[in-house]
């Protein structure tokens, strides 16, 4: 059974890094798929924010203009997200997933207040 | 972008009647199409990938249909716990993008 489980600070000040981390258990990252974030603003729909490869392909949408990052550590099974010069409007709950195409397994999900 | 638009906003339904949402894509995504329930404080569950095809232990009751720019989930017979929030997702290009979403509601 695949699962996936954010990490990371629930607050950040504006203009920061937000960083996240997901663990994976069940699947070795480093045997394929790609792996990604997605993110859900309060009362708000789904944004895709990227994607990353095993091999170090990656997409990020253009939508946030270069701020974002994201690696893997095959060592520990995790992947990570870094976004860059945040504001407010990077508050939202954030997804991790397997896959790049339709998503079966998701995170549970961590909510991010971007606030001072 | 693709951009992704749902419709209705909202749907009020009775236990037991048929639910009919619609998603239309700004450019041709063929069938390469996802439809997703969220369920509020959880994460999007998968109902439907390649437009029609059910995801794994999903219901009968769930059904796509469409390609290419004009896309329908329907519900045979709403059940109570079907009462959620639906997305649909194209996968055709990047960024992969969503609707908006389709709230359906007790009637």
């Known amino acids: 059974q695949v699962q996936l489980q954010e990490s990371g600070p629930g607050l950040v000040k504006p203009s920061e890094t937000l960083s996240l981390t997901c663990s994976v258990s069940?699947?070795?990252?480093?045997?394929?798929?790609?792996w990604g974030w997605i993110r859900q603003p309060p009362g708000k729909g789904l944004e895709w924010i990227g994607n990353i490869y095993h091999g170090g392909n990656t997409y990020y949408n253009p939508s946030l203009k270069g701020r974002v990052t994201m690696s893997m550590d095959t060592s520990k099974n995790q992947f990570s997200l870094n976004l860059s010069s945040v504001t407010a409007a990077d508050t939202a709950v954030y997804y991790c997933?397997?896959?790049?195409?339709?998503?079966?397994?998701w995170g549970q999900g961590t909510l991010v207040t971007v606030s001072s | 972008e693709i951009v992704m638009t749902q419709s209705p906003a909202t749907l009020s339904v009775s236990p037991g009647e048929r639910a009919t949402l619609s998603c239309r894509a700004s450019?041709?995504?063929?069938?390469?199409l996802a439809w997703y329930q969220q369920k509020l404080g959880q994460a999007p569950s998968l109902l439907i990938y390649?437009?029609?095809t059910r995801a794994t232990d999903i219901p009968a009751r769930f059904s796509g249909s469409g390609s290419g720019t004009e896309f329908t989930l329907t519900i045979s017979s709403l059940q109570s716990e079907d009462f959620a929030f639906y997305y649909c997702q194209q996968y055709d290009n990047w960024p992969r993008t969503f609707g908006q979403g389709t709230k359906v509601e007790i009637k």
């Open positions: 997933a397997r896959g790049s195409r339709e998503i079966v397994y």
């Open positions: 450019q041709s995504v063929s069938s390469n």
């Open positions: 390649g437009a029609s």
């Open positions: 069940g699947y070795s990252i480093s045997s394929g798929y790609y």
